[in-house]
């Protein structure tokens, strides 16, 4: 008997890998194709898995906060009452939602819809980027909107940690938005997987626009928290660098998509960061949100060399801002 063979894996992980990558349709290939049963090389390992039944999301903590920002541009007392639930928000959960963002709900739709008929045209059409059923009109009227949310989210976040109105802005946190159209086919074993594995944003901040089937979930004090889908409202999320700035007072938290059987889902996150472009800034602790009480808790860095530490370490649950912790 060779010894060898003892060491011979359950299966070709490699060549699996491999096979799957040359089809070149992604997992939407796997869903047109029909799969009954996912493939092996698509399971979740276990501890990914951990509460994945959606009785795990209520929680009696589970009111996922809605921030309603009707009145912030105008009315200086609406503002304020804004700004604290925004700093709340951002302080205990890292995620809330927003209404009455001004950006239009056929905006939103339109937007939703041409992801959706981007990835449903057949497989060929898909492999040349932008075809005619993807508007490239509803994606800069849809960045140009989200470019301009971000203005009054920086403005607000800033007067959130109690710093002028443009402090966010000037450090060039709202300069560039990276987008990011996710369509998760529906999954005949939705147990054995999930559409994201957990994970925190290497940005600013993220706005994320999901339509109606739901699956995103937040870790909010140890426990996995639906965030309700809501046709009206975008999901913003704080992402490592904010926290890295502000010093830990706002959090960058961990997130996932459960995989579903009910239907595809489709989400757009566009995340503001500046690493798409030469930026050389330095970005540290805040000098002042620091004191003696309160001294920096990070190094400072560009988002480039985050960005390229959080890579090289690889997506394994762990958080990149520890690398960078004094
Ligand atoms: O699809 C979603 O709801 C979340 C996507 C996400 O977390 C991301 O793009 O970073
Ligand atoms: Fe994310």
Redesign the pocket.
Do not use: I, K, M, P
């Given at each position: 008997m060779e010894a060898a063979s003892t060491h011979k894996p359950a299966y070709d992980r490699l060549a699996e890998l491999k096979s799957f990558d040359e089809t070149k349709a992604g997992v939407k290939g796997l869903a047109d194709a029909g799969i009954t049963h996912l493939p092996r090389i698509f399971h979740a390992p276990p501890h990914l898995l951990d509460n994945i039944s959606p009785s795990a999301a209520h929680h009696p903590n589970s009111i996922f906060p809605i921030i309603d920002l009707e009145g912030a541009s105008q009315d200086p007392a609406k503002r304020n009452a804004i700004v604290n639930k925004l700093s709340e928000a951002s302080a205990n959960w890292g995620f809330f939602q927003i209404v009455n963002h001004g950006i239009p709900l056929t905006t939103l739709d339109e937007m939703k819809s041409g992801v959706r008929r981007f990835h449903e045209q057949d497989a060929e059409q898909r492999r040349q980027f932008y075809t005619r059923n993807f508007s490239r009109e509803i994606v800069a009227e849809y960045s140009a909107e989200v470019v301009k949310l971000g203005d009054l989210l920086f403005e607000l976040l800033s007067e959130a940690l109690g710093l002028r109105s443009n402090y966010l802005k000037d450090l060039d946190c709202g300069r560039g938005i990276q987008m990011?159209c996710?369509y998760?086919p529906a999954c005949p074993q939705p147990e054995l997987t999930l559409?994201?594995t957990k994970?925190a944003?290497n940005d600013f901040i993220?706005v994320?626009l999901?339509d109606h089937i739901g699956?995103?979930q937040v870790l909010h004090q140890g426990k996995w928290i639906d965030?309700p889908p809501l046709p009206e409202a975008l999901?913003i999320?704080i992402g490592d660098f904010l926290q890295l700035i502000s010093n830990d007072k706002f959090i960058s938290v961990e997130?996932?998509?459960l995989a579903n059987s009910r239907g595809p889902?489709?989400?757009?996150?566009c995340?503001f960061g500046t690493y798409l472009f030469p930026n050389p800034r330095k970005y540290g602790p805040i000098e002042e949100l620091l004191s003696a009480e309160n001294p920096a808790k990070y190094r400072e860095t560009t988002t480039a060399e985050y960005v390229c530490c959080g890579n090289d370490k690889g997506l394994d649950g762990s958080s990149t801002l520890l690398q960078f912790k004094l």
């Open positions: 990011v996710h998760y559409g994201a994970h944003d993220t994320l999901q699956g995103l965030v999901v999320n997130h996932r998509v889902r489709v989400s757009v996150a995340l």
